[in-house]
């Protein structure tokens, strides 16, 4: 999609670096916290309250690391307290656009502006980097709060309790090694080993990345014919950030990232689990499968140069799921 270096934006390819043929995820940018009182989160600088209206999301429904953020608005009864600008599916020469569609691109709510790059430039004019969804905006200091979607999640998940009276914690204290663990070996081998595999130039790094991949489902499948979630009875945050992948897996994945050893309809625990999140209140109009299909077919032109939009399967998440 290209880079802004020093607030000058340059033409590049789009998603990441590569070594040796092996996909490089960039590192997020904008590390602050949304906290209850505005005291300083882990990272970054103190003064971010949680507050009614003040925060903006700017998200694609094509991007998982983005709907991860918008699940959590979802299930932590945020929708009327943070609003959200979505991006245009197709994502090209300027990245990220505010272009509109008839399918739920909404433009830029905030400011008008043409780019997503300008919401970076906005914030800092000398920033540098890969510009990426999702952006978390404070509309009172008019900058990012925050651009890493694995710390937005948590924001989400707690900062706002007093505020929505919703005290579901998908990150409770004493799960958080179990969750850690299995968050790691999610992120590396599955959320991001789909990209690994499917943006491989070489086929020693895509050997490396699919293999992986799917003996982590395999793990996944094993755990979940014991577990009625990755780590153990109660659903936690490394269910959902699991499942923003499993949803696109056979629609996109499979084919265009050539992940199909399996599809996720084979794995029979993988899938019930997938039907039954995709049913939770809230959760099902998160997902635009227009935006993930169109987005991965038309904009990565390295691996569909033609950009020709396939005849998907159809998949019912609908379907029972029969998981209790």
């Not at 691109?105 to 905030?110: K, M, R, T, V, Y």
């Amino acid at each position: 999609m290209g880079q802004l270096v020093d607030g000058v934006w340059h033409d590049v390819w789009y998603e990441t670096k590569t070594s040796g043929g092996a996909f490089v995820r960039d590192s997020a940018k904008f590390r602050n916290w949304i906290t209850a009182d505005g005291s300083a989160g882990p990272t970054g600088d103190a003064g971010f309250k949680a507050e009614s209206g003040r925060y903006h999301l700017y998200i694609s429904n094509a991007c998982p690391w983005a709907h991860r953020t918008m699940v959590f608005r979802a299930l932590k009864d945020l929708t009327n307290h943070i609003d959200v600008s979505v991006v245009h599916p197709d994502m090209l020469s300027n990245g990220w656009t505010f272009e509109t569609d008839e399918n739920g691109a909404n433009g830029d709510a905030l400011f008008s502006l043409p780019f997503a790059r300008d919401i970076y430039i906005k914030a800092d004019p000398h920033v540098s980097g890969r510009v990426t969804v999702p952006i978390l905006w404070d509309k009172q200091q008019n900058t990012i709060v925050s651009n890493e979607s694995s710390e937005i999640i948590r924001m989400f998940n707690s900062a706002f309790d007093e505020i929505t009276g919703n005290t579901q914690d998908f990150w409770p204290a004493d799960h958080r090694d179990a969750i850690e663990d299995v968050n790691s070996r999610i992120y590396d081998t599955v959320n991001n080993g789909v990209y690994k595999s499917g943006f491989a130039t070489t086929q020693t790094a895509y050997d490396a990345a699919v293999g992986p991949l799917f003996e982590s489902l395999d793990w996944i499948e094993g755990i979940l014919s014991q577990n009625r979630y990755l780590t153990g009875d109660a659903i936690t945050e490394a269910d959902w950030r699991l499942w923003t992948t499993l949803i696109r897996f056979d629609m996109v994945y499979h084919q265009h990232f050539k992940c199909n050893r399996k599809r996720i309809i084979d794995y029979p625990n993988i899938w019930g689990f997938t039907r039954e999140l995709y049913q939770w209140a809230g959760v099902k109009q998160t997902v635009n499968m227009d935006h993930i299909v169109r987005h991965y077919h038309y904009s990565h032109e390295t691996i569909n140069p033609n950009r020709i939009i396939p005849t998907n399967p159809i998949i019912d998440f609908d379907a029972p799921h029969d998981r209790g």
